[in-house]
């Protein structure tokens, strides 16, 4: 790897930056991955993580071992704080700068609260391994905890699992909490029994799912209804505090809270000195890079793309991944000293996933629900963990976890009870 | 299950405790199982996950999933601070106290810094699976920070693993450190190659593994030597700070130390009001209860125990499990108004694994080593781990590992990068 070669730094390992880096692996340049985790996650199936379903390592790769066999490629385990677009330097937490000549900004998204940041202690999200190892650790002591109480109220409290956000996220969540507590947990449990579990998902609009369509709303509720999950719409929660939820005037009384309702844009963006949109996205041009430099690229949930033909980007891994390697594309065009496409995204439909053997699928002119559904959801993560080495362990696994074999996930291990709240380490390295 | 049946207490979930709860599943009385965490822990495969090529899942299981059908027994996730022999009580951390009318203690033991604690913190030691997730840590961390550190002195010291102590657990972390670093690691990792990679097993005595016959040792030593640890025996630490550990004069530049010299008994046992021998373990009578109190069992590595027949008994698992059932045993007597039973130890014989294909067998009569003897390390284990639901699963990760195929288990996560050496936290619930 020659260093007189040109140097593209990807600041990101999800499904954006990876595919971005795959795209390079016959380029002339030097490509560098940075990130803060030393895993790429497999996100659609982190809430599996988070109901103790599938363990942290089955949806979890070192980046460093996926991209091994890339030889123009190398990883780097660091923490970004800023990018010098003028400079052309990436900042790193340990006060080294790493210069570039071309910049992939993949970072994604991280939760929002509305300004009520105070609600993250009580209500933790959903994004990464740890959120996801942190809600496992909340489920399963909840009902440590129940099965001693001797006061009912505080009882009640303790087998009450609220999720806030009737998103993809709130629906797979809550659908599967319901299902693992219902079918799994109660088993160990000798002093509680299922019908005193009481999962309620609360959504803000008149609808779960709200970017489906209706009728997929409709059925993704009875369905939630169906795993013994209370849907309720049109509600607004007002206030968290620890041991409730407040709707209004209403109060329930809950000492498990998870947030599925807003997510935010990745502080880095902020860095680049370019317009961003409400949510805190990069605002990119059509061919992914930013106003005045042609050299940074913003790819992923962290960018705020229409693509060529005027649709809005939608903030999902099929997107991220279209996007990594256009951006890859365009800077192999540059090489070439052929001009840039613009970027058009390829729609190929929407599933979310509710328990085992339901969900709901949107492919346009097609819409089912249901184990079909289901199956379809199954196949799709299936044929994307391809390019992971353990897929065939996941499913294996998979399977082991559906046939309600594998309780080993049920660990509380004891960094977990330590776990201070923050939402991230400002130093990792 | 009627409250007037007698109510046994067994504080500790580990090998001791789980079979003793299994001995009186059909015993007139109510059990009761208090452990401070949720998971019993396969602990002959602890140094796998210390070393990466298992995931904590695959080695520990929930204590009340693996007792879900025993209809007498409750488990409970609580702390124990204290024991009350006069008033017959077992005291948790929240205050509350637990009344038994026999009580059976198997709390094991933890690490011993010889009187240097403030060791702990630089030099982990391997007892708990948190440990192990701290030592995988640190073990994967340092090839991070060496793949992009120009300093050379700065560079070897992070490749250089010291583990202190050459038991079994030091012997096997060594060799399987060695492995992993060797033959997998160095593969995902293009700016460190296995030529700079040291690791050095210290132990004080002449030889490894000086509990075995001289003869094992010495292969021990030479499968080490293999496996490219160095071996230095006669070598005794006097000092350990971040960054090097002393022997005499001499200084060996190191960023990874591990502990493996010494245990003490679990702190627990001081509380019962008994005497304790040197490393602290309570001296129990032949019938494994202690002096005055018949209601009071010590079992496994916590009990300082001389057979019937006049031989110390061991600190190892199938010693516990002997242990476990004999105090069981030893309660349905007093039930049905029978005699207790002494306890006699079987010593099944010695094994020690080193690495992949490589151990070391005691059986008395038969002393072997190399690929047989690991051979025989596997059967034995595989047997054990009969009782785990997902021992099959185990071993199917196990051959997946051994094919080098899973590196899912690689993960550093971010609760382990905020990890503040306590050696254990004062309250889990």
């Given at each position: 790897?020659?260093h007189?070669?040109?140097?593209v730094?990807i600041?990101g390992?999800?499904f954006?930056g990876l595919?971005?880096?795959?795209?390079?692996?016959?380029a002339?340049?030097?490509?560098?991955?940075?990130?803060?985790?030393?895993?790429?996650l497999?996100?659609?199936?982190?809430?599996?993580?988070?109901?103790?379903?599938l363990s942290?390592?089955?949806?979890?790769?070192?980046?460093?071992?996926?991209?091994?066999r890339?030889?123009?490629?190398?990883?780097?385990?660091?923490?970004?704080?800023?990018?010098?677009?003028?400079?052309?330097?990436?900042?790193?937490?340990?006060?080294e700068?790493?210069?570039?000549?071309?910049?992939?900004?993949a970072?994604g998204v991280?939760?929002?609260?509305?300004?009520?940041?105070?609600?993250?202690?009580?209500?933790?999200?959903?994004?990464?391994?740890?959120?996801?190892i942190?809600?496992?650790r909340?489920?399963?002591?909840?009902?440590?905890k129940?099965e001693?109480?001797?006061?009912p109220?505080?009882?009640?409290a303790?087998?009450?699992?609220?999720?806030?956000?009737?998103?993809?996220?709130?629906v797979?969540?809550?659908?599967?909490?319901?299902?693992?507590?219902r079918?799994m947990?109660?088993k160990?449990?000798?002093?509680?029994?299922?019908?005193?579990?009481r999962?309620?998902?609360?959504?803000g609009?008149?609808?779960?799912?709200?970017?489906?369509p209706?009728?997929?709303?409709?059925?993704?509720?009875?369905?939630?209804?169906?795993?013994?999950v209370?849907?309720r719409v049109n509600?607004?929660v007002?206030g968290?505090?620890?041991?409730a939820?407040?709707?209004?005037?209403?109060?329930?009384?809950?000492?498990?809270i998870?947030?599925?309702?807003g997510?935010a844009?990745?502080p880095?963006?902020?860095?680049?000195?370019?317009p961003?949109?409400?949510n805190?996205r990069?605002?990119?041009?059509?061919?992914?890079?930013i106003?005045?430099?042609p050299?940074v690229?913003?790819i992923?949930?962290?960018?705020?793309?229409?693509?060529?033909?005027?649709?809005?980007?939608?903030?999902?891994?099929?997107?991220?991944?279209?996007?990594?390697?256009h951006a890859?594309?365009?800077?192999?065009?540059?090489?070439k000293?052929l001009p840039r496409?613009?970027?058009?995204?390829?729609?190929?439909?929407?599933?979310?996933?509710i328990?085992?053997?339901?969900?709901?699928?949107?492919?346009?002119?097609?819409?089912?629900?249901?184990?079909?559904?289901?199956?379809?959801?199954?196949?799709?993560?299936?044929?994307?963990?391809?390019?992971f080495?353990?897929?065939?362990l996941?499913?294996?696994?998979?399977a082991?976890?559906y046939l309600?074999?594998n309780?080993?996930?049920?660990?509380?291990?004891?960094?977990?009870t330590?776990y201070?709240?923050?939402?991230?380490?400002?130093?990792?390295i």
């Amino acid at each position: 790897m020659s260093h007189s070669l040109p140097h593209v730094v990807i600041i990101g390992g999800g499904f954006g930056g990876l595919y971005a880096a795959r795209e390079l692996r016959r380029a002339p340049v030097r490509v560098t991955v940075i990130d803060h985790h030393n895993h790429h996650l497999f996100q659609p199936l982190l809430y599996e993580v988070a109901t103790a379903a599938l363990s942290p390592g089955e949806i979890a790769e070192p980046i460093r071992h996926i991209l091994r066999r890339q030889r123009n490629t190398c990883v780097r385990l660091a923490e970004v704080i800023g990018i010098d677009v003028t400079a052309r330097q990436v900042k790193l937490s340990n006060h080294e700068e790493v210069p570039y000549d071309y910049l992939i900004v993949a970072t994604g998204v991280t939760h929002s609260y509305f300004g009520h940041n105070e609600w993250a202690e009580v209500a933790p999200g959903l994004k990464t391994l740890e959120d996801a190892i942190e809600i496992r650790r909340r489920f399963l002591l909840a009902f440590e905890k129940a099965e001693w109480e001797p006061d009912p109220k505080r009882r009640r409290a303790l087998l009450t699992f609220v999720i806030i956000g009737g998103g993809p996220t709130g629906v797979e969540l809550a659908g599967t909490m319901s299902e693992v507590a219902r079918r799994m947990l109660v088993k160990d449990f000798k002093h509680i029994d299922a019908g005193s579990i009481r999962v309620i998902l609360l959504e803000g609009l008149p609808r779960v799912l709200p970017a489906y369509p209706e009728n997929l709303s409709e059925s993704a509720k009875k369905q939630l209804e169906k795993l013994g999950v209370e849907v309720r719409v049109n509600t607004r929660v007002t206030g968290i505090e620890p041991g409730a939820v407040l709707i209004g005037q209403e109060r329930i009384e809950t000492e498990n809270i998870f947030w599925a309702a807003g997510v935010a844009a990745s502080p880095l963006g902020a860095t680049l000195g370019v317009p961003l949109d409400r949510n805190g996205r990069v605002e990119v041009k059509v061919d992914l890079s930013i106003e005045n430099h042609p050299e940074v690229f913003v790819i992923g949930d962290l960018a705020a793309v229409t693509d060529a033909e005027g649709k809005k980007v939608p903030g999902v891994a099929p997107a991220a991944i279209q996007m990594g390697c256009h951006a890859a594309k365009n800077i192999q065009a540059d090489l070439k000293g052929l001009p840039r496409k613009p970027f058009i995204y390829k729609d190929k439909g929407k599933l979310a996933t509710i328990g085992r053997a339901a969900a709901v699928a949107d492919l346009g002119r097609f819409q089912f629900s249901g184990l079909f559904a289901w199956l379809a959801w199954l196949i799709v993560h299936i044929y994307f963990l391809i390019g992971f080495d353990n897929r065939l362990l996941v499913l294996f696994q998979w399977a082991w976890a559906y046939l309600g074999l594998n309780r080993s996930t049920r660990l509380i291990t004891y960094y977990e009870t330590q776990y201070e709240p923050s939402p991230k380490p400002q130093k990792i390295i």
